[in-house]
């Protein structure tokens, strides 16, 4: 059967809208400590967290796909030939 292109993006953001209720009501009944953070903010950590591991690992396989790192100094001072 086939199905809109967007189908599968609403059932992904159904899920997340789900999973963050579900972290939500779980403070609420006691489950967790209240300050726990919400499940948009669980995944965005681990994803910054493992997007450092790759980058600091110089032998993990996904390492080889970044480009190396070019640091760039910018001057933002007008130059005026005197």
Known sequence: MHQAPGADLSKRLIG??????????????GYCSPDVPTFAEQRATADE????????NSNHMLN?????????????RNIVPV
């Open 16 to 29: 997340k809208e789900l999973m963050d209720f579900y972290v939500e009501a779980s403070a609420v009944h």
């Open 49 to 56: 967290q493992y997007f450092e591991k790759i980058c600091s």
């Open 64 to 76: 080889y796909n970044l480009r190396p790192r070019v640091h760039t100094v910018y001057s933002y």
